[in-house]
């Protein structure tokens, strides 16, 4: 992965994307100019929940690697047990997002989903109001990026929108409800 970081190098600015926001008049507004964005300067604070910049390649690879048990191109970069550990619901007796979340702000719905080592984990796809498959695991961006991967279908979706607030449109429900009645 070698467009992923915390930083965007100035040789590679020229790839990286604009981010948008409605204003009240349902208007584009441009929100971070890759020209002048926090991203192309120096970084003080290195989050494991956010913050990282990426392209499709690098985002598609990752989730290869994963969907792949840990490993890409015949080479192991996580332990099989890891991913396994990674993708399992952790909440406490098994339950669901909805007592244990904190704040209004949330990748995903509450209901039906559990949560992972860093990706929320579908439970149940009738409580979760969801198409889908029991065991898919992903998450998603504050600009409205998404990923999933859902092993019992061999499927791996990312969606990449740079447009800020990721709660303002339904773009990952809508999308799973393209995607998955078009599987044969």
């Known amino acids: 992965m070698v467009d992923t970081g915390f930083t965007v190098p100035a040789a590679k600015v020229d790839r990286f994307a604009a981010n948008y926001r409605r204003d009240r008049n349902k208007r584009l507004v441009l929100l971070d100019d890759p020209l002048t964005s926090h991203y192309t300067g120096e970084v003080s604070f290195f989050s494991g929940g956010g913050g990282l910049v990426s392209t499709m390649h690098d985002y598609y ?52 989903v559990g949560f992972g080592l860093g990706v929320s984990v579908t439970l149940d796809l009738a409580v979760a109001q969801a198409i889908g498959s029991v065991g898919e695991y992903g998450w998603g961006g504050a600009a ?24 303002t449109f339904n773009f990952r429900g809508q999308l799973k409800s393209i ?6």
């Open 144 to 167: 409205s990026t998404a990923f999933w991967i859902d092993p019992k279908e061999d499927l791996i979706v990312i969606f990449m929108v740079q447009f800020w607030m990721s709660g």
């Open 179 to 184: 995607v998955y009645p078009a599987l044969t």
């Open 61 to 112: 690879r990752f989730c290869q690697m994963m969907l792949g048990g840990g490993t890409l191109e015949n080479t192991r970069i996580l332990g099989r047990k890891t991913v396994e550990l990674m993708t399992m619901n952790h909440l406490p007796s098994g339950s669901d997002l909805t007592d244990l979340a904190v704040g209004t702000f949330s990748e995903t719905t509450y209901e039906g």
